[in-house]
């Protein structure tokens, strides 16, 4: 049972298309994230979202729409794509308050923009 | 705002030495920290965290951790390297509100043989 788990794991797209990630995570947590991962292995927080609410938007793209429709998923469109796009992306989940806190970060999604 | 420095970009070990990775957080209260590992084309694996108590901490993998606030540092150490453990990793530091996970710039540890 995977506890995040993202879809795809690899994406080959070209500029100027739009495209979607998705994100799930089975364990009842309550707020999710997306990182983007650079090309020097970078990690940086995009979005955060607490119970379907976004609270964190880290001054990206308007291009860039996260949607949540339940605390479970959280999805990332990417409108007219650039080559600067290119990246990992992660989801993650998190649920603060918990004697197990901690962040669970999905396999990651390798975008490639052509 | 929180922010953490991994001053080594690449470290080499030969196989059965031990390690240590830096690692220096920037936080005004308790922080509380975590150590990340990413094998390559793979995804973010726990190795341990730090929230108060015991300032040594103890991970999967062998690997543990030692919280010195008088140093500002979460450093990782492992007493004999494995070649498996060829990978990147990451200090990461919860920011106030617990809004997000703050990473380093990551440290890409090498195993010779």
């Known amino acids: 049972d995977t506890a995040v788990s993202q879809t795809p794991k690899y994406l080959v797209t070209q500029m100027g298309n739009d495209k979607s990630i998705k994100c799930e995570q089975n364990l009842g947590h309550d707020t999710m994230y997306w990182y983007k991962q650079d090309s020097k292995k970078f990690l940086k927080i995009m979005f955060s979202?607490?119970?379907?609410?976004?609270?964190i938007n880290e001054t990206v793209p308007n291009r860039f729409s996260p949607k949540s429709p339940d605390k479970a998923h959280l999805n990332l469109h990417i409108n007219s794509l650039e080559l600067g796009d290119s990246a990992v992306y992660f989801c993650a989940s998190s649920q603060a308050g918990s004697e197990n806190y901690g962040y669970t970060f999905g396999s990651g999604t390798r975008l490639t923009v052509v | 705002a929180q922010s953490v420095t991994q001053p080594d970009i690449h470290i080499t070990v030969s196989e059965g030495a031990s390690l240590e990775l830096r690692c220096n957080y920037s936080?005004?209260?308790?922080?509380?920290l975590f150590w990340y590992v990413q094998s390559p084309g793979q995804g973010l694996q726990l190795l341990l965290k730090y929230f108060s108590g015991d300032t040594l901490v103890q991970g999967i993998k062998g690997f543990e951790a030692e919280f010195k606030r008088s140093q500002s540092s979460f450093n990782l150490r492992k007493p004999s390297v494995h070649w498996s453990d060829a990978a990147e990793y990451f200090c990461?530091?919860?920011?106030?509100?617990?809004?997000?996970?703050?990473f380093g710039t990551g440290t890409r540890l090498l195993v010779s043989p």
């Open positions: 990461a530091v919860v920011n106030t509100g617990f809004q997000k996970l703050v």
């Open positions: 936080y005004g209260a308790t922080p509380y």
């Open positions: 979202y607490n119970n379907k609410e976004l609270i």
